[in-house]
């Protein structure tokens, strides 16, 4: 069974750091491109970062570009969102996903992400 587990999350000061994992169970990464996505109360989800199934390619969107990176483990089947300088609009419940894109650009629209975690709060707060 394919799935997707968060963590990481938290509450952390404006300009901190976080690192958020997601560990994929019953799937290898090198099939799917993961995306990273965070929905705050009263918005609409947003694609924050994501990497192609080489690993080679990634995504930002630019709210979060040059602040936040986007790295895996295929050995732990595992893909991390390093956040950096963190601030209070970044606050949300972060998701991660998966679509099986073999080899091509991933894109930050949720539509062709077929699995999907739980999701973990980060609370950027002083």
């Known amino acids: 069974q394919l799935q997707l587990v968060e963590s990481g999350g938290g509450l952390v000061q404006p300009g901190g750091s976080l690192t958020l994992s997601c560990a994929a169970s019953g799937f290898t990464l090198d099939w799917y491109a993961i995306g990273w996505f965070r929905q705050a109360p009263g918005k609409e989800r947003e694609g924050v970062s994501c990497l192609s199934s080489s690993g080679t390619s990634s995504n930002y969107s630019d709210s979060v570009k040059g602040r936040f990176t986007i790295s895996r483990d295929t050995a732990k089947n595992t893909v991390y969102l390093q956040m950096n300088d963190l601030k209070p609009e970044d606050t949300a419940v972060y998701y991660c996903?998966?679509?099986?894109?073999?080899?091509?650009?991933?894109?930050?629209?949720?539509?062709?992400?077929?699995?999907w975690g739980q999701g973990t709060q980060v609370t950027i707060s002083s």
């Open positions: 996903a998966a679509w099986p894109l073999l080899n091509r650009r991933c894109v930050l629209t949720s539509a062709g992400y077929q699995y």
